[in-house]
């Protein structure tokens, strides 16, 4: 084997160079690329002994540590599929992403599975928990079986599920613009292939260390991941408290690429950098948002040697654009050009190229484009359609038309092909790089019932990208506290989703000519108001 076409590959290739090389860094042990290759091995084999088939779910919740590694790459060397969970979820949303995608084993922590108790019975295709160790036995839960993790990875050689690269590899879980998450497939290609092409433009190498900042859960954030084995470098894993903990983690492990979404880099930005960092961080990369401009120019006089890489991407293509940091200067509020092996369309409507500077939607063709969301049909055709007739790529005599992922972002490219990002078509949120749905925030305000009724709208912030405000009734007979309202928002949601304010709105929301409460409306008037 040459080449890399499936995930483990990568890691395998890198230990068959240099076996000893550190592939991974966690707290103060290092794991080299030949270990964690034989862990995810025996990894698989213990799972395909739990009676693992081909293409059947495995969910990983742990934060970064090399379980969380080891797991996510173990499950499809398998022949199945991984699904990483943000370990900042409660246990309600990780209930509700086990019985979405019909998950079959369960990787957590004793911690963790203290917190799923209630939640895991209910999860009837669940069969297998495996935890990791702890000095107590794991609690039991009925109709589970419960493994540990040492005991798994002792299981005897096993016989593998034969794996192509087209085959499913994950499912990354995304906020929906109405309801719940929604899962975006990929696929060994998909992300092989991204993996060579982002580490391509990064010029990414074996002596790279790359700090792991962001969630694993992250297309962004597992990157990290695969772009430094694709050439053999090294990965700190890093959960951070406190932004400072992200640069004394830099100094400290001589960290020669960063990647972090701007919310992180605005903090950053407000911290000293010690001198000697910029000598040994080769860059940092911007994704998750547009990199505020006074907070790029900061960075640059904290890092005066590190090349920035402002870099645009969404989950269903896992990444799309970067803009070369020799023309930061010229055009910092740009999102670049495709990156390798990718191209980007702009659209009209009609599905043809817009002229330059004329607005359209984002349109990705390529090896990276996912393969749509998972168990949800309506949705995938929404986003997952076939290339226009009339759009640069299309032949006439092909029979079969390529899927392409229309992103729903709205942009223009310049007269040089230099993209700009307009804005989105939905009512998504971005803040502090996570989507967040606003309908997925109000069925938990309502959960509560604590509301009459109420809506939640993103609102621009320089610190978080935006920030998300709710403007809320009292229910039938009774007041409304705040403080008791987001006290129960704290219990029930991730702290990114927490809303920053909430107003009370005395009588019924307004309506749209279809009934619907006018979130638009509410949203407009409440920018205004604070503007005055």
């Not at 862990?39 to 495995?58: P, T, W």
């Not at 390529?402 to 007269?415: A, H, Q």
């Amino acid at each position: 084997m040459t080449d890399s076409n499936l995930l483990h590959e990568l890691i395998e290739l890198s230990a068959n160079r240099a076996p000893e090389s550190i592939a991974l860094n966690y707290r103060q042990d290092d794991l080299s690329y030949a270990d964690l290759a034989n862990s995810i091995n025996s990894f698989a084999d213990g799972v395909i002994s739990l009676g693992l088939q081909r293409g059947e779910r495995v969910a990983i919740y742990l934060e970064k540590r090399f379980e969380t590694v080891i797991a996510s790459f173990g499950a499809p060397t398998a022949g199945g599929v991984f699904v990483p969970l943000n370990p900042l979820l409660k246990p309600e949303q990780v209930g509700y992403i086990l019985r979405d995608c019909n998950v079959r084993v369960l990787i957590t922590s004793p911690e963790r599975l203290d917190l799923l108790s209630e939640t895991l019975p209910a999860c009837h295709d669940l069969r297998h928990v495996v935890v990791l160790e702890a000095n107590a036995p794991p609690i039991k839960i009925n109709g589970l079986n419960i493994v540990r993790w040492s005991d798994l990875l002792a299981t005897p050689r096993a016989i593998r599920h034969r794996v192509i690269d087209t085959d499913m590899l994950g499912i990354l879980y995304t906020s929906g613009s109405t309801g719940k998450p929604k899962g975006v497939v990929l696929s060994h290609r998909n992300m092989v292939a991204g993996a060579k092409s982002v580490a391509s433009y990064l010029e990414n190498r074996s002596d790279d260390t790359l700090l792991a900042a962001l969630p694993l859960s992250f297309d962004a954030g597992f990157s990290q991941l695969t772009t430094a084995f694709h050439v053999g470098a090294r990965v700190v894993l890093l959960n951070y408290l406190l932004p400072r903990d992200v640069i004394k983690a830099i100094e400290r492990e001589k960290v020669t690429g960063l990647t972090a979404v701007p919310p992180l880099y605005i903090q950053l930005t407000q911290l000293n950098w010690p001198e000697n960092i910029s000598e040994h961080l080769r860059y940092f990369a911007n994704t998750g948002g547009r990199m505020p401009l006074e907070t790029l120019g900061t960075l640059r006089q904290h890092l005066p040697k590190s090349k920035p890489f402002l870099m645009y991407g969404l989950t269903e293509a896992f990444r799309s654009t970067f803009l070369p940091p020799e023309e930061v200067d010229r055009r910092p509020d740009s999102i670049g050009k495709a990156i390798p092996n990718s191209e980007i369309l702009v659209l009209r409507e009609d599905g043809t190229p817009c002229a330059p500077n004329e607005p359209g939607e984002l349109v990705h063709r390529g090896a990276l484009v996912g393969m749509g969301y998972w168990n949800d049909q309506e949705k995938t055709a929404e986003r997952y359609k076939p290339l226009p007739i009339h759009a640069p790529g299309r032949e006439a005599g092909l029979v079969l038309p390529e899927i392409v992922v229309f992103s729903g972002d709205t942009v223009r490219m310049d007269e040089e092909g230099y993209l700009y990002f307009i804005g989105r078509r939905d009512e998504m949120m971005k803040t502090s790089g996570y989507r967040v749905s606003p309908t997925e925030v109000e069925e938990i305000l309502y959960s509560t019932k604590l509301v009459g009724e109420c809506v939640a709208f993103g609102v621009d912030d320089d610190r978080l990208g935006q920030s998300i405000q709710v403007i809320a009734t009292p229910p039938a007979n009774g007041t409304l506290s705040i403080e008791e309202l987001l006290a129960e928002c704290r219990a029930r949601m991730p702290a990114y989703m927490v809303p920053s304010g909430i107003d009370v709105h005395e009588g019924p929301l307004p309506r749209n000519p279809n009934g619907k409460i006018d979130r638009k409306t509410l949203s407009t008037v409440w920018v205004e108001q604070k503007s005055l």
